[in-house]
Every structure is written in structure tokens, then in C-alpha cells.
């Protein structure tokens, strides 16, 4: 259970905001329990309203890799917030942004900034449908790209390839947009390009799905992807909101070697302030507005704070040696889990890439969404709470990554360990 003093918060934010959250993971409905309320957070611990300390791995579910409230970042903000904290209008700071991204991500040579990566997504894929004069957008089945109407849709029934509405207020037009595929099924998008090839638009696709747990794509699966768009006229659009310069300094594309005709970014390109990316060639960017017919604006597009914020965590994470220290990192919490697993007897499989990984609790490798949808939830309900109560800020869902910081040392790794210890003696007791 979670400290009296969230218990209250919780009861008093029901009374304002629905289920006391200002989005839906956050009120821990896959796990039971309660939210701990954030009192403050720095380095890998995150300090709860009652004072309780936790070692983090939600870090706002990707952005703080650095770290919570790393006083580089934080000096950025306060250094731009004291010149006005919005203008609509140009700045010289956005045009750094871009060359940035430009330079560590080499299929973006051109880019938009947005407010969140849910507007990257839709900016992307509005530019990809634009483009081609086609209708139809391809996601995967479990894939999550933020909340456009069109992407919260769920595989059809039966045969049946367009999407059905997985939210009320969907109309069903608008699902039937959206055809579902199972992430690393070859077959199943040779099927559809057979089928539909000549109406699809894009293909929108997480290169490491985050949001079905940690699934690392196959190769033969990134070779269909990239084969198949071609062939017909679609394009490819590579979601990289949870893994740009997660998974690695040119993101999940150069680490798999994906060319992408269009890349949405977001979470870590913002450090921790809100902001997204899409970006491509500039031959397809120069269709955006103003240059070109495809409309899509922001009032505080490009905000001062939050450039500033992506820039200067940008910047730390070109350090000589980031991402081999977050590779240690990432891989000294899947010892320990698969130890401590292995030690209480339980049945787990430890997927990861980098400073981002799930454990599931099955022995069968997760290749797709039906494959997580299997595991054993119940088991992970009472891991979560023992960690919980052990110290420990997991994401409270069995369908996330946990991420890791640069901040995650040797001790939060002891105090891990011996939260997860309790965690599986936990989860190999029944209900
Ligand atoms: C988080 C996420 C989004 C949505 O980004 P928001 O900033 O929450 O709108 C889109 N795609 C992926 C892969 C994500 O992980």
C-alpha cells in the first residue's frame, strides 16, 4: 500500500481531475493500489509526498535519462525562463535544435518541433498521407504512438485488417482508416501490401516496441518493413519517440540500421519539458507549411524552456562513453532480476536494448502483443506492489520498459536488488 499522505492526495484529486490523474497509467489500474504522489525528484530517486524515498524507473517514462533534476539541465531552463518563457516567434535556439538532430540522427535533416509526441506522430503521418494522396496508415498490434484518433484502434476481427475502435469517441470511419499488423510478422504485412498496398500511405512502427514491454524488432521483419513501403509508393515512418537517443545517440535506426522516410521524436529530445519532433528529407519536410499544402502549427512549438532543455541533454548525452555506461547499467539490472528470478523459482524472461527493459513473466521469448498479452499479470501485480513497498518506482503496467538513467549507481542497484529479491518471493506465492 501506498503512504497515507498519497492516499489523501488521491482522494482529494478524484475530486478535480478524473481518477485523480492527468493521464491514465498513471492512477496504477493494471496493478491495483495507489499512485505515489511526487513530492520532488533528483538523480534516480524520486521522493514521495510523505518523504519516502524510491529508486525511479518510470523517469517520466523515458525522458530523464541524465537523471532527475540534473543541475546542467535545470541551470538551461532557469538561464531561459529569466528571457521570457514563449514568444511566438523564431529563435536562433530552435535552429541548434534542428541542426542537432540534423547532425546525430542523419534521415532528419529536416524537422519540425511540436509539443508532444502525440503531434509528431500526427504530423508525420498527416505530411505521409499528404505526400502520397493516400488514406490508409499500418501500425502494429500493441504499438503505442500517442492519441490520435486514428492509432487507438485495435486489430479487426476475423480477417478483416482495418482497425475497430479501442476507445469511445472513435468514430468507426476513422478506425477503418488504420490497418493493425502483429509487430515482427512477416507475413502478415506481405498480406496486407498484397491486399491494400496501392491505398497505404505509411507504415508507423516503434523500431523497439516500448509500450507491449520491451520487444527488439527482427531483422528479416525491419528488411520487410523497408522492402515492402518501397515497392509500393508507401512510407516509412519510424516512431522513435521512446528510443531516440535511448537506445542509442542516432536512436534505434542506426543501431538496427533503418532507413527511415520519416522519424517522430519526443521524451528525451525535450529533457523532461514537453516536446516532440517529426522530421524527414526536404523534399518531403517542404510539404509542411508554409512551404507546402500539409497544414499543422503549434502555439508553443519550438518553446524556449523546453529547447533548451533538449539541447543541453543532448549535448551531456555526446559525452565520450554515454551509451556504454548506460549499456552496463541496463545490463547490471538484468543480471540482477534474472538472478533473483531464478533464485525464488520463477518463470521469467528479461528483454532488453540498452537502458530500457521489461521483465516478463513467462520462459517463452516476447516477440509480439498477443506474446505479452500471455504472461502472468497476476504474478507481475505482486512483484509490483513488493518493490513498491520495498523502495522501488517501477511502471505500473506489465505492458512497459522500465528506463535507466545515468544516475542509476551502485547503491540504487543494491537497494534494487534487494527490493526485486522480495518482489519474486512475492510473485511465487499465489494469490
Ligand atoms: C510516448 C510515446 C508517444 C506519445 O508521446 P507523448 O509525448 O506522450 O504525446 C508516441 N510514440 C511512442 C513510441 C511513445 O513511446
Known amino acids: 500500500m501506498t503512504d497515507s499522505i498519497s492516499h489523501e492526495l488521491l482522494e482529494r484529486a478524484k475530486r478535480v481531475i478524473p481518477g485523480g490523474v492527468n493521464s491514465p497509467v498513471r492512477a496504477f489500474r493494471s496493478v491495483g493500489g495507489e499512485p505515489v504522489f511526487v513530492r520532488e525528484a533528483h538523480g534516480a530517486t524520486l521522493v514521495g509526498a510523505d518523504g519516502r524515498e524510491y529508486v525511479d524507473y518510470v523517469g517520466s517514462w523515458g525522458p530523464m535519462i541524465l537523471g532527475h533534476a540534473h543541475p546542467e539541465v535545470v541551470k ?4 531561459a ?6 514568444y511566438g516567434a523564431p529563435t ?13 540522427v542523419p534521415s532528419m535533416p529536416m524537422s519540425r518541433l511540436t509539443s508532444s509526441g502525440t503531434e509528431a506522430v500526427m504530423g508525420a503521418l498527416r505530411l505521409a498521407r499528404g505526400a502520397t494522396g493516400r488514406d490508409i496508415v499500418v501500425k502494429c498490434d500493441g504499438g503505442y504512438h500517442g492519441g490520435a484518433d486514428y492509432l487507438l484502434v485495435a486489430a479487426g476481427s476475423g480477417a478483416a485488417t482495418l482497425g475497430e475502435p479501442d476507445s469511445a469517441g472513435i468514430p468507426r470511419a476513422i478506425a477503418a482508416t488504420t490497418a493493425v499488423v502483429p509487430y515482427n510478422d512477416v507475413p502478415a504485412l506481405e498480406a496486407l501490401f498484397a491486399e491494400r498496398g ?6 508507423i512502427f516503434e523500431p523497439v516496441a516500448g509500450n507491449m514491454g520491451c520487444v527488439p524488432p527482427e531483422q528479416a521483419w525491419l528488411d520487410a518493413l523497408r522492402k515492402l513501403t518501397r515497392e509500393h509508393g508507401a512510407l516509412l515512418v519510424c516512431d522513435e519517440v521512446m528510443t531516440g537517443f535511448r537506445v542509442g545517440l542516432g536512436g534505434a535506426q542506426a543501431r538496427y540500421g533503418i532507413e527511415p522516410d520519416l522519424t517522430c521524436l519526443g521524451k528525451i529530445v525535450g529533457g523532461g519539458l514537453p516536446v516532440g519532433a517529426y522530421g524527414g528529407s526536404a523534399e518531403l ?3 509542411v507549411a508554409p512551404m507546402g499544402p500539409v497544414y499543422q502549427a503549434g502555439t508553443l512549438s519550438g518553446n524556449p524552456l523546453a529547447v533548451a532543455a533538449g539541447m543541453k541533454t543532448l ?3 555526446r559525452a565520450p562513453d554515454v551509451y556504454e ?21 520463477v518463470p521469467l524472461t528479461v528483454q532488453r536494448v540498452g537502458a530500457m527493459l521489461t521483465p516478463f513473466f513467462t520462459d517463452a521469448p516476447v516477440r509480439n502483443f498477443e506474446d505479452s498479452s500471455s504472461c502472468d499479470h497476476a504474478a507481475f ?28 549507481d551502485d547503491d540504487a542497484m543494491a537497494k534494487t536488488r534487494a527490493a526485486v529479491k522480495a518482489g519474486f518471493l512475492a510473485a511465487s506465492q499465489r494469490d
Do not use: C
Request: hydrophobic share 50%; proline share 4%.
Open 198 to 203: 496501392a491505398e497505404i500511405a505509411a507504415v
Open 81 to 86: 525562463a529569466v528571457r521570457g518563457t514563449s
Open 76 to 79: 538551461a531552463v532557469q538561464d
Open 315 to 317: 549535448e551531456l548525452l
Open 381 to 408: 501485480r505482486r512483484w509490483h506492489a513488493a518493490l513498491l513497498e520495498a523502495g522501488v518506482h517501477w511502471p505500473p503496467s506489465p505492458y512497459e520498459a522500465g528506463f535507466l538513467s545515468l544516475a542509476h
Open 92 to 104: 536562433e535556439g530552435e535552429i541548434a535544435l534542428g541542426e542537432l538532430i540534423a547532425e546525430l
Open 325 to 345: 555506461r548506460l549499456e552496463v547499467i541496463g545490463a547490471k539490472l538484468q543480471t540482477i532480476l534474472e538472478e533473483e528470478a531464478a533464485g525464488a523459482g
Open 285 to 287: 519536410m517542404n510539404q
